[in-house]
T-cell receptor, first 114, second 111 residues
């Protein structure tokens, strides 16, 4: 059974047209993360939620926003996608925020910007 | 200096041999270390984690940690073609709720 679910798996959007990616989890984990991964690069952390507390990475562009309405769901909003935002977007969860809590990834959403 | 460094590869290993993947990290306070496997076009999958110095074995996989040398490795015994993937090393600090990924080593198992 899928534990971290991402929808859609593939998303095509036009340059400048807002897009929302969704993530849900059945693990009841406290922490949810959003990563951006481009080809042959490491996943890059955009932000994470510990419960309702939002933690933004310093170098995450303002174009990227996130919402977590409840424990199970987390959304990534890209307000005005540029060609450089085409990437795989990965959602992950972990039980706790301490360093010994493993992260589990969803299958990812491949975003194409035309 | 990158926080987590890995040789990008590709590392080519014959089927049945031992594949050895290496990772170094810069933060001496790092407490937890993870190895993820990522197939092309797929998301990372956790295969091993290690917190203490020494070896940790799980089936064909062995993780080795040396905090004094700031070095963590992954050994894959009896390599199979299905082990061909990119292996990501990830490191976290006990005071942070995030992990830092290396850019991965691409492993190719040749029949």
């Amino acid at each position: 059974d899928a534990m971290v679910i991402q929808n859609p798996r593939y998303q095509v959007t036009q340059f400048g047209k807002p897009v929302t990616l969704s993530c849900s989890q059945t693990l009841n984990h406290n922490v949810m993360y959003w990563y951006q991964q481009k080809s042959s690069q490491a996943p890059k952390l955009l932000f994470h939620y510990y419960d309702k507390d939002f933690n933004n990475e310093a170098d995450t562009p303002d174009n990227f926003q996130s919402r977590r309405p409840n424990t199970s769901f987390c959304f990534l909003d890209i307000r005005s996608p540029g060609l450089g935002d085409a990437a795989m977007y990965l959602c992950a969860t972990s039980r706790g925020a301490s360093g010994d809590s493993e992260q589990y990834f969803g299958p990812g959403t491949r975003l194409t910007v035309t | 200096q990158k926080e987590v460094e890995q040789n990008s590869g590709p590392l080519s290993v014959p089927e049945g041999a031992i594949a050895s993947l290496n990772c170094t990290y810069s933060d001496r306070g790092s407490q937890s270390f993870f190895w993820y496997r990522q197939y092309s076009g797929k998301s990372p999958e956790l295969i091993m984690f290690i917190y203490s110095n020494g070896d940790k074995e799980d089936g064909r996989f062995t993780a080795q940690l040396n905090k004094a040398s700031q070095y963590v490795s992954l050994l894959i015994r009896d390599s199979q073609p299905s082990d061909s993937a990119t292996y990501l090393c990830a490191v976290t600090h006990s005071s942070a709720s995030k992990i830092i990924f290396g850019s991965g080593t691409r492993l190719s198992i040749r029949p």
